[in-house]
């Protein structure tokens, strides 16, 4: 549920690092507390945020999450498909549920990321949304 | 925090919970979505155990229920169910509640959960003495199964033939061998049945309907789906779109307002809004740009800040984003342009008619 390749946020985004560029999703235990995702709303590729900012907002029936991102940069591609398929985000957390892809401007930052074996054991110390 | 009997039940079908008016109540069990689907196709049950039930009972019970609510039930005859709201003698809306009628000189009023402690304070204080009065809720237990084939489900539990029973009237009958009190009401827009039971029973109850309603692909349901179901029909929501600082005028209950009572609380209030006129309306919209508006969230017409969201969702009967908001009287026609602030962007919405979704209950075509 937890890929060892990918490195977590504590505020549930992973991160898959190719190159200089981060794919950014949420994690299993996000999208499972979440539930059916309704709505997904992703920002303009182009933008920039530094890390920790607010980039959007996920929501289902019931309620609305805010997404962080867990790496400054720019953002070069956001799945578009996500519009029409807000569900991909449940049922594919970490393959057809990626949200964006940001040019890194400090790589370093990825060394305050989780690995799966540091975001589980944070999800097992009860820490939710 | 509360929980019903009925808790066990939930978590072993997966329920996921919520706090709700000071209780742990199922907000859903498989998807809200399915949940909704299935009460407007099929049918599903829903534990309500956290509603409270007063009884008012004895010769001059009449008479204090009339000074309590601002609708009329000295219309009602055995057998039948009021809405109505509470008001303060402000006008604000103390609690929306239903009457039962089950006898001349005995009434049920069946409050929302989390006013029931306020609730019963006031009636006791309104009462002073005269009506004998029970607060019930702890030993009173609720199921709701409501559909279109929620019908069907009952009568393969009751001796009692449902045809009798329409729309807001209620029954002493026998549901798989228990003594209960069924009437054919509800908070969904489909025809259905709320079903109070004594806790001891309620397991017992719970049980022998859902093996029946799951033989008829019947599901539990959750509160989630319970707002969107009763959004969809604009149905108010106390705490969401009445407060004791709303009178019903504004929130579109003018027919429950019976001015030609001699006296109410509220009466004089009310009735001096209703001769100058009320500045607000309780107003349905659905989104045009996307969005999802939820309650709370600003609400502009041009520039102007006139209001704020109460309850909003996606429609899942509709599939639209939709809500309501208190706007200007004199902005109401369907089709007027209004933006709801979603996410720190103002986005466009459109003025609809409520209800969002049409009704399907099982009215009574002519008095009897």
Redo the contacts between chains.
């Keep these: 549920m937890y890929p060892e390749e990918l490195r977590y946020a504590k505020s549930h985004e992973w991160t898959r690092v190719d190159g200089n560029v981060a794919t950014i999703g949420i994690t299993f235990h996000a999208q499972d507390e979440i539930?059916?995702v309704?709505?997904v709303?992703l920002p303009e590729v182009g933008s920039i945020f530094t890390k920790g900012e607010e980039f959007g907002?996920i929501?289902?029936?019931?309620?609305?999450f805010d997404l962080y991102a867990p790496i400054s940069g720019e953002v070069v591609a956001i799945n578009e498909g996500l519009e029409e398929h807000p569900e991909w985000i449940n049922e594919s957390p970490y393959e057809d549920g990626w949200m964006l892809q940001i040019q890194m401007s400090d790589p370093v930052e990825l060394e305050d990321l989780m690995d799966a074996e540091a975001y589980r054991q944070m999800l097992d110390s009860g820490e939710s949304l | 925090m509360q929980s019903t009997p009925l808790y066990q039940q939930h978590e072993a079908l997966g329920a996921r919970f919520t706090e709700f008016g000071g209780w742990t109540m199922p907000v859903q069990y498989s998807s809200i979505i399915e949940e909704h689907h299935t009460v407007r196709f099929r049918a599903g049950l829903f534990d309500l155990s956290h509603m409270g039930e007063v009884a008012v009972q004895g010769p001059q019970a009449l008479e204090v229920v009339q000074q309590l609510i601002t609708n009329d039930a000295s219309r009602l005859r055995d057998g039948q169910v009021l809405y109505t709201p509470v008001c303060l003698p402000s006008g604000g809306i103390l609690d929306d509640i239903l009457v039962y009628r089950l006898g001349k000189e005995s009434f049920l009023l069946v409050v929302n959960a989390a006013n029931t402690a306020k609730d019963w304070q006031w009636i006791r204080e309104v009462n002073s003495g005269r009506a004998v009065l029970e607060n019930q809720s702890a030993a009173t237990g609720l199921l709701a199964l409501q559909g279109p084939k929620s019908a069907d489900v009952l009568a393969e539990l009751t001796p009692f033939d449902l045809d009798l029973l329409y729309y807001y009237e209620c029954v002493q009958t026998d549901v798989a061998g228990v003594t209960i009190l069924l009437s054919r009401t509800g908070y969904t827009g489909e025809d259905g049945f709320e079903i109070y039971v004594p806790v001891e029973k309620l397991q017992r109850l719970w049980h022998a309907i859902y093996e029946v309603l799951v033989r008829n692909q019947g599901l539990p349901v959750g509160l989630g789906a319970r707002d969107t179901l009763r959004l969809e029909m604009g149905y108010a929501l106390y705490g969401n779109e009445l407060s004791e600082s709303i009178t019903p005028l504004e929130a579109g209950l003018a027919w429950t307002v019976a001015f030609h009572k001699p006296s109410f609380i509220g009466h004089e209030k009310l009735r001096q809004q209703a001769v100058a006129g009320v500045m607000r309306r309780l107003t349905g919209f659905e989104m045009v740009e996307r969005g999802i508006a939820r309650s709370h969230y600003p609400v502009y017409i041009g520039e102007k800040r006139v209001g704020e969201v109460t309850s909003g969702a996606p429609s899942p009967s509709l599939d639209k984003n939709i809500g309501m908001a208190y706007l200007p009287v004199s902005y109401r026609q369907p089709g007027n342009e209004l933006e709801v602030e979603i996410h720190r962007r103002r986005r466009k919405a459109t003025v609809v008619k409520i209800p969002f979704h049409p009704s399907s209950v099982r009215r009574r075509s002519h008095a009897i």
């Design positions: 539930q059916e309704v709505y709303e907002v929501e289902s029936v019931k309620a609305a």
